[in-house]
């Protein structure tokens, strides 16, 4: 059975548009930050809040919390508190390419995968393996989906310039987490994949297909081996923490 199911599917119109619920009340021009970083650790979102001086935007009626941050001039928010996995990161990107956003950087804990990452150490994902739904409705389907290589760039500057010490390579997306099999770790291990999580397939595949960037830069918080699992012993904020600023450095210095 081919994937999408029904044959002809990328190049037929849509039935439900982004921009057909478009929030008419916001101001795009003065509210909407061109980047975004997409933020899917509650404890995160909420030291990024307490910690850098911002104002929160009224765009999404649901519980989603957008925050600006107010010393990049309004040009970078982050997007906390809408769900996780790529269909709930599908509906918000989309939204917010309507009003202006051109520019995301995912921000997330990952699973490492084998020993090809060492816990805590950030990883910067420059591809994806579409194993995941949304990707497969927005281009045809591939096996990888790579990040905005300039962008990729940007964030490995930004890690360098702040002494980071950590790795560039692809990501496994997959949005069934108890069907994680041991040969596919084995497989991706050996294949040299480093991460796994449940969004940048989706989100570099939006973003190829509505012309805007994405990039993501992800914190290995535990390690899913094939002979076991090295669990996370940290809060989320201990691995992310110190990750907000080289990611906003990048998206402030990016130019598309």
Request: hydrophobic share 40%; proline share 6%; net charge negative.
């Amino acid at each position: 059975m081919p994937f999408p199911n029904h044959p002809g599917k990328h190049d037929a119109p849509t039935y439900l548009t982004p921009e057909s619920i478009a929030d008419t009340s916001v101001d795009t021009d003065t509210a909407i930050p061109e980047s975004v970083i997409l933020c899917y650790q509650p404890d995160f979102f909420e030291h990024v809040v307490e910690t850098y001086a911002g104002a929160a935007i009224d765009l999404f009626t649901e519980s989603a919390q957008f925050y600006r941050l107010s010393e990049t001039d309004g040009r970078v928010g982050v997007l906390g508190a809408f769900g996780i996995g790529a269909p709930a990161t599908a509906v918000c990107m989309e939204r917010l390419i309507v009003h202006g956003t051109d520019t995301f950087c995912i921000v997330g804990g990952c699973g490492g995968i084998g020993r090809n990452v060492t816990r805590l150490k950030p990883v910067v994902c420059d591809r994806a393996i579409r194993d995941e739904g949304v990707s497969h409705h927005y281009l045809p389907s591939g096996t990888y989906i790579s990040a905005s290589a300039p962008l990729v760039d940007q964030l490995e500057t930004s890690l360098d310039t702040a002494g980071f010490e950590y790795k560039t390579g692809p990501s496994w997306t997959i949005d069934a987490l108890f069907r994680e099999t041991i040969p596919e770790i084995k497989r991706y291990r050996d294949e040299g994949v480093l991460t796994v999580e449940m969004e940048a397939a989706a989100v570099f595949a939006i973003a190829e297909y509505r012309g805007v960037d994405a990039a993501a830069l992800f914190c290995p918080f535990d390690l899913v081996m094939a002979d076991g699992w090295e669990s996370k012993q940290e809060p989320t904020v201990d691995g992310l923490r110190d990750l907000l600023v080289p990611a906003r450095n990048a998206l402030l210095s990016y130019s598309r």
